[in-house]
C-alpha cells in the first residue's frame, strides 16, 4: 500500500471513529434527557381549627406542600414543552407537572401553640420527564382537561369556604346556635375534601396509563346506573308521598243506624271530604326533573301497579288501644297515573263511607281517622258519593 493509500485508510477509520463517537454521544445525551429528574423539597404548615380533625388537618398541609412543589414542577415541565416543541397550555402544564410528581414525605410534626394545633410537613417531590411527552398528548383530551378543571375549582371552593367558616367561628359565642351550624358545614367539607382527593388520585391513574377511553365508558356506565337508581327512588318517594301526605282528609261525625234484625251490629256512616295535596304535587314535579324527565318502562309500571293498590282505609281508635279498621274497595286516591308519570285530579271530592260494629265498641271510640295504605286490612267498608 503507499503512502497516498495508507494516509487515506487512516483518515477513512478517523472519521469513522469520530462518527460513531459523536453518535454514542447523541444517544447518550438523548436518553439523559429522557431520563432527567428534578428534585423539590417543599415545607408547609397548617393551623387545625374548631371543628377540624386531625386527619383533615393532614390533608391540608400536605397539600399545601404539593402546590408548592407543583408551582417548581410547571416551570420544570414548560423547560421541556419549549425544548420538545410541544404545545401547551398553563393548565395543561399544570396537569402534566401533578403527573409528573412522585411524592415522597420526608418529616411530620405537630406542635401545640397558643392558637391551636400547628402542622407541619416536608416532602420531597421528584419530577420526572420520562413520559411527559405522552402525558402531553393525553392530556389533549377534551374529558381529561375538563375533568381537571373541575376538580381544580372544587379545590378552590372548598378551600375559600373552609376559610370563611373558620373566621366565623371566631363572631360567635360558644353557646351559640350558629356556631354549631358553622361546626356542622366544616364536618362537610371535610368529607368533601376527602371526595376530591379520591376523584384526583383517579384522575391522575387515569392519565398516567392512558385508560382514558375505558374510564370514559365505566363513568358512562356509572353516570347510567346513577340514573336508573334515581328514577327508582324518585318514584318510590313519590309513591310515598301520596300514600302519606299527598291528601287532606276530613272525617265528619257519624250516622248511627242499628236494626233489631242486625243481631247487636250497628252501621256507622262517615262523611269523608278528600283533597289532593298541592305541595305534594310540586314534589312530584321536582322529582321527576331529578330522574331525568322520565321514568323508564320497567320503574313506571311498577309505579302504576303501586298506585292502582293503595287503598283508603277508615280506621276507628278504641279506649283499649285497640283499632277497628275497613279498607274502600274503590280508588279514591286523588293521584292518578297519565302515561308519563302522575297527574292530581282538582277538587274535594266527598264520600259516605260505613263501617259495620258490634254495639258495645261504639262506647269504645276514641276518634276516627282515615288514611290511604297499600294494604287491604280488615273487611271492606261501604262507599256512596256524599253529594
Given at each position: 500500500?503507499?503512502?497516498?493509500?495508507?494516509?487515506?485508510?487512516q483518515?477513512?477509520?478517523?472519521?469513522?471513529?469520530?462518527?460513531?463517537?459523536?453518535?454514542?454521544?447523541?444517544?447518550?445525551?438523548?436518553?439523559?434527557?429522557?431520563?432527567?429528574?428534578?428534585?423539590?423539597?417543599?415545607?408547609?404548615?397548617?393551623?387545625?381549627?374548631?371543628?377540624?380533625?386531625?386527619?383533615?388537618?393532614?390533608?391540608?398541609?400536605?397539600?399545601?406542600?404539593?402546590?408548592?412543589?407543583?408551582?417548581?414542577?410547571?416551570?420544570?415541565?414548560?423547560?421541556?414543552?419549549?425544548?420538545?416543541?410541544?404545545?401547551?397550555?398553563?393548565?395543561?402544564?399544570q396537569?402534566?407537572?401533578?403527573g409528573?410528581l412522585?411524592?415522597?414525605?420526608?418529616?411530620?410534626?405537630?406542635?401545640?401553640?397558643?392558637?391551636?394545633l400547628?402542622?407541619?410537613?416536608?416532602?420531597?417531590?421528584?419530577?420526572?420527564?420520562?413520559?411527559?411527552?405522552?402525558?402531553?398528548?393525553?392530556?389533549?383530551?377534551?374529558?381529561?382537561?375538563?375533568?381537571?378543571?373541575?376538580l381544580?375549582?372544587?379545590?378552590?371552593?372548598?378551600?375559600?369556604?373552609?376559610?370563611?367558616?373558620?373566621?366565623?367561628?371566631?363572631?360567635?359565642?360558644?353557646?351559640?346556635?350558629?356556631?354549631?351550624?358553622?361546626?356542622?358545614?366544616?364536618?362537610?367539607?371535610?368529607?368533601?375534601?376527602?371526595?376530591?382527593?379520591?376523584?384526583?388520585?383517579?384522575?391522575?391513574?387515569?392519565?398516567?396509563t392512558?385508560?382514558?377511553?375505558?374510564?370514559?365508558?365505566?363513568?358512562?356506565?356509572?353516570?347510567?346506573?346513577?340514573?336508573?337508581q334515581?328514577?327508582?327512588?324518585?318514584?318510590?318517594?313519590?309513591?310515598?308521598?301520596?300514600?302519606?301526605?299527598?291528601h287532606?282528609?276530613?272525617?265528619?261525625?257519624?250516622?248511627?243506624?242499628?236494626?233489631?234484625?242486625?243481631k247487636?251490629?250497628?252501621?256507622?256512616?262517615?262523611?269523608?271530604?278528600?283533597?289532593?295535596?298541592?305541595?305534594?304535587?310540586?314534589?312530584?314535579?321536582?322529582?321527576?326533573?331529578?330522574?331525568?324527565?322520565?321514568?323508564?318502562?320497567?320503574?313506571?309500571?311498577?309505579f302504576?301497579?303501586?298506585?292502582?293498590?293503595?287503598?283508603?282505609?277508615?280506621?276507628?281508635?278504641?279506649?283499649?288501644?285497640?283499632?277497628?279498621?275497613?279498607?274502600?274497595?274503590?280508588?279514591?286516591?286523588?293521584?292518578?297515573?297519565?302515561?308519563?308519570?302522575?297527574?292530581?285530579?282538582?277538587?274535594?271530592?266527598?264520600?259516605?263511607?260505613?263501617?259495620?260494629?258490634?254495639?258495645?265498641?261504639?262506647?269504645?271510640?276514641?276518634?276516627?281517622?282515615?288514611?290511604?295504605?297499600?294494604?287491604?286490612?280488615?273487611?271492606?267498608?261501604?262507599?256512596?258519593?256524599?253529594?
Amino acid at each position: 500500500m503507499n503512502f497516498r493509500a495508507m494516509l487515506t485508510s487512516q483518515i477513512d477509520s478517523s472519521r469513522a471513529t469520530a462518527y460513531w463517537a459523536c453518535l454514542l454521544f447523541l444517544l447518550y445525551s438523548v436518553v439523559s434527557v429522557q431520563a432527567h429528574a428534578e428534585t423539590i423539597i417543599t415545607e408547609a404548615t397548617y393551623l387545625m381549627g374548631d371543628s377540624e380533625t386531625p386527619t383533615f388537618a393532614e390533608a391540608v398541609v400536605l397539600r399545601k406542600a404539593k402546590q408548592t412543589a407543583l408551582r417548581e414542577a410547571a416551570s420544570h415541565v414548560e423547560r421541556f414543552a419549549k425544548t420538545g416543541n410541544l404545545d401547551l397550555t398553563g393548565e395543561e402544564v399544570q396537569a402534566i407537572a401533578g403527573g409528573s410528581l412522585q411524592v415522597e414525605i420526608l418529616e411530620r410534626k405537630r406542635k401545640l401553640e397558643a392558637d391551636g394545633l400547628r402542622f407541619f410537613v416536608k416532602i420531597k417531590a421528584l419530577v420526572t420527564t420520562d413520559k411527559m411527552e405522552a402525558l402531553a398528548s393525553r392530556i389533549k383530551v377534551k374529558s381529561l382537561m375538563q375533568e381537571y378543571k373541575k376538580l381544580q375549582g372544587d379545590y378552590e371552593s372548598l378551600t375559600t369556604e373552609v376559610d370563611t367558616l373558620k373566621e366565623s367561628l371566631g363572631t360567635h359565642p360558644p353557646s351559640a346556635p350558629e356556631r354549631e351550624a358553622v361546626q356542622d358545614r366544616l364536618r362537610e367539607q371535610e368529607k368533601a375534601l376527602t371526595n376530591i382527593q379520591k376523584r384526583e388520585s383517579t384522575f391522575y391513574a387515569r392519565l398516567l396509563t392512558g385508560k382514558d377511553l375505558h374510564a370514559k365508558v365505566e363513568q358512562q356506565l356509572a353516570d347510567e346506573r346513577d340514573r336508573a337508581q334515581k328514577k327508582k327512588l324518585s318514584a318510590s318517594m313519590v309513591f310515598e308521598e301520596i300514600a302519606q301526605r299527598g291528601h287532606e282528609i276530613i272525617v265528619g261525625e257519624p250516622e248511627v243506624k242499628a236494626r233489631l234484625e242486625d243481631k247487636g251490629q250497628a252501621d256507622l256512616y262517615f262523611p269523608v271530604s278528600i283533597t289532593g295535596n298541592a305541595a305534594i304535587r310540586s314534589r312530584i314535579k321536582e322529582a321527576l326533573a331529578s330522574a331525568g324527565g322520565e321514568l323508564n318502562n320497567a320503574t313506571y309500571r311498577k309505579f302504576e301497579q303501586r298506585l292502582e293498590n293503595l287503598w283508603f282505609v277508615l280506621e276507628l281508635l278504641l279506649k283499649n288501644g285497640g283499632t277497628r279498621v275497613c279498607y274502600v274497595p274503590r280508588h279514591l286516591t286523588k293521584f292518578q297515573p297519565d302515561g308519563e308519570f302522575v297527574s292530581m285530579e282538582e277538587g274535594q271530592s266527598k264520600w259516605r263511607i260505613r263501617m259495620t260494629v258490634p254495639i258495645p265498641i261504639i262506647k269504645e271510640i276514641v276518634s276516627v281517622r282515615g288514611r290511604f295504605m297499600e294494604e287491604m286490612p280488615g273487611s271492606a267498608c261501604g262507599v256512596a258519593r256524599n253529594e
